[in-house]
């Protein structure tokens, strides 16, 4: 491929729509792809019709909907015209929804006739104009609900009227756009529960992007199914804005990625890479794999021997990747810390998989690696031409904050000086929040959350994360969280039943005998912890929690709401 002359989001299609013009390019599971030829053109007609609507360079246009391939096309016709985008989770509260569209002054929507009902009746005043991402036309705000697609209104002005005013545009691309320019204002969702505006110019996420293909090679011949929201910076640079650089082909699910629906898409598509979060891979493993491993008493004896244990990986890894297609070559997990014993299914199964570690204020990606050079518990190595070093490290264990310097490093948040400057160092270094450790050849080891660290009275770091690590080694563990509350160490843990009545017959309980079964259960598993972590960071209580924790939408635990 030629070299990119700008690292600009209109640089970067218009390159791939030349170079692989009758490749595939976005599609439904189910549906016919889309060529790079036609993305150029539906892109080309988009940004006439967003100038109709007054649309310019620097205007602020939203997009709120789930996965689709004119998500994809909305996205690069907003930033190839020099206007920023705004993606917004659709899992966000209304309310939260409402605050973004005024926060950012978004001055179009495009939105899916699923999400309509969250924007089309509210007062946001001025109201921005709406565009049907399903059918790409206009829309009229109070339309009645269940309605929508009856009603697209004034078809005089939609894209076909368009089409001559298109077509006579001088190319696909404004070439006012700069690399410094914004490109995105991505509101977090994050675990604390105060959402932030990252400003991500157009060379940072491109940059992020050239840099990732530095460590994994992505081309036109590459298949991906995607499983996350694409406002998420993670599946948004890796799996939607590295195939575009590349030629290869997205393709998205029409339903949530069940494994009712996500194993028969994937036996269609024969995905060769594909970007998860923890709990969907530690979900497979402690619901479907683990159990099999462990079916009777001598499986369970044989497993309990390491080079059994080896040996049943890898027979378990084959199946997985028969399941999954037969055709994987990258999967990619981060988001969140893969638990220890799912990463050492993976590692002994031979299962191509890496972890990567970023955050949205670096677009994402920090640190990451291909199968091929993966270190057990590592998120990789950091990104070429990335500064990053572990600030006020522990003198013993060498943890300390991570802080990045580089060209994938926000700009800003938007509208909030004060915050942006809190974010960075005097020296100009972001800090992540994160702890970790920077071992040899650049391998970065993450060890948590500087904000979820707690004190011991003799002054000691406890990692909550590597004490929730040990309570998810437990088969029947599903989630747990741990946390401090008036200076008692506590940890929830929400419990696979399927996997209890099997071992221990629970369903036949009554109501008092399965409380106290519980109630003995959960003490025991809090006692063997203790007995295999440090004095000063042993659980003094351990409860259940009745229901799946509420997670943001790639999958994290939202702590805010449980300490």
């Known amino acids: 491929m030629r070299k990119l002359e700008r690292f600009t989001m209109n640089e970067l299609i218009n390159r791939t729509c ?5 490749h595939h390019a976005l599609s439904m599971a189910d549906g016919e792809p889309i060529t790079y030829t036609q993305v150029k053109q539906k892109i080309t007609e988009l940004i006439a019709v967003l100038r109709d609507l007054g649309v310019q360079k620097g205007d602020r246009v939203a997009i709120l909907s789930q996965n689709m391939p004119n998500w994809g096309i909305a996205y690069l016709t907003i930033t190839s015209m020099g206007a920023v985008v705004v993606p917004i989770l659709v899992d966000f509260h209304v309310t939260e929804i409402l605050h973004i569209l005024k926060h950012s002054g978004s001055k179009v929507v495009f939105v899916s006739t699923a999400q309509y009902d969250k924007i089309g009746y509210s007062d946001i005043e001025p109201f921005p104009a709406l565009i049907n991402l399903d059918e790409l036309e206009y829309l009229e705000p109070h ?3 269940g309605k929508v697609l009856d009603f697209i209104q004034d078809r005089s002005r939609d894209i076909n009227r368009l089409r001559a005013k298109a077509l006579s545009a001088v190319g696909l691309l404004d070439t006012k756009v700069q690399e410094d320019d914004i490109c995105a204002i991505i509101y977090t969702s994050g675990t604390t529960g105060s959402s932030k505006g990252v400003m991500l110019t157009h060379r940072n996420i491109v940059m992020d992007a050239h840099l990732t293909l530095k460590i994994q090679e992505v081309n036109h011949k590459d298949r991906l199914i995607s499983v996350l929201p694409l406002p998420h910076t993670y599946e948004c640079t890796i799996g939607f804005i590295i195939p575009m650089m590349t030629g290869a082909c997205v393709y ?3 339903k949530p990625p ?4 996500l194993l028969p898409a994937m036996q269609k598509i024969k995905p060769t890479m594909m970007l998860t979060v923890p709990l969907i891979i530690e979900k497979i493993f402690k619901l479907q794999i683990h159990p099999q491993l462990t079916a009777n008493v001598v499986m369970r004896e044989m497993y309990k021997l390491p080079f059994m244990r080896k040996a049943l990986h890898k027979v378990a890894g084959k199946k997985l990747m028969k399941t999954f297609g037969g055709h994987i070559h990258f999967y990619g997990i981060g988001g969140a810390l893969l638990s220890h014993e799912v990463e050492r299914f993976l590692f ?3 299962f191509p998989y890496a972890i990567g570690y970023g955050l949205t204020e670096t677009s994402p990606l920090i640190a990451g690696c291909s199968p091929s050079v993966v270190k057990f518990r590592s998120t990789g190595t950091v990104l070429p031409t990335l500064d990053v070093r572990i600030a006020d490290p522990d003198p013993v264990t060498h943890i300390g904050e991570i802080q990045i310097k580089g060209e994938t490093v926000m700009k800003g948040y938007y509208k909030d000086k004060e915050r942006t400057d809190q974010a960075f160092t005097s020296d100009g270094y972001f800090k992540t929040g994160d702890l970790g450790i920077l071992a040899t050849k650049n391998y970065l080891y993450i060890k948590g959350r500087c904000k979820n660290v707690i004190v011991a009275p003799n002054g000691e770091n406890i990692y909550v994360e590597e004490l929730e690590a040990k309570l998810n080694e437990n088969e029947n563990v599903l989630e747990s969280l741990v946390y401090e509350s008036g200076g008692v160490i506590t940890g929830r843990v929400f419990l696979n039943y399927e996997t209890l ?4 017959g629970i369903v036949k309980m009554s109501s008092v005998q399965s409380e106290k079964f519980i109630n003995k259960y959960l003490d025991d598993m809090r006692k063997h912890l203790n007995s295999n972590v440090a004095s000063f960071s ?3 209580k351990l409860v259940e929690q009745k229901e799946p924790f509420e997670k943001t939408p ?10």
């Open 18 to 22: 030349e170079e692989f013009p009758h």
């Open 501 to 504: 009545d099997k071992h221990y």
């Open 538 to 540: 042993k659980i003094h």
């Open 143 to 145: 339309i009645p609900q």
């Open 348 to 350: 002994e199964a031979g």
């Open 258 to 261: 069940t494994a009712r629906v």
């Open 554 to 563: 790639t999958q994290k635990i939202k702590r805010f709401l449980y300490q």
């Open 252 to 254: 998205y699910l029409d």
